[in-house]
Nanobody
């Protein structure tokens, strides 16, 4: 069955950095466009970044220039390097395919203090 296990979140001060990981199984990872999504309290889940199997990337305007998505197909793992974090980046971060499949992991909490 599908498993998407996110990790790497935490509490960081504004301007700091974090790297998130997503270990995927049960999907043909190497063939999929993968994405990161986030959901802030009281808000809908939103797109953050995606990466195709050919490593072409796409970013939400709010994170462009600060976040970098990458993948390691040999480890079926997705990454999100987040730099110059802002309080508005506070959210639970999830990985999924792009477009999404009807399965969500537990996510990883990122909290950015001002």
């Amino acid at each position: 069955q599908v498993q998407l296990v996110e990790s790497g979140g935490g509490l960081v001060q504004a301007g700091g950095s974090l790297t998130l990981s997503c270990a995927a199984s049960g999907i043909t990872f190497t063939l999929k466009t993968m994405g990161w999504y986030r959901q802030a309290p009281g808000k809908q889940r939103e797109f953050v970044a995606s990466i195709t199997r050919g490593a072409n990337t796409n970013y939400a305007d709010s994170v462009k220039g600060r976040f970098t998505i990458s993948r390691d197909n040999s480890k079926t793992t997705l990454y999100l390097q987040m730099n110059r974090l802002k309080p508005e980046d506070t959210a639970v971060y999830y990985c999924n395919t792009s477009p999404v499949i009807p399965y969500w992991g537990q996510g990883t909490q990122v909290t950015v203090s001002s």
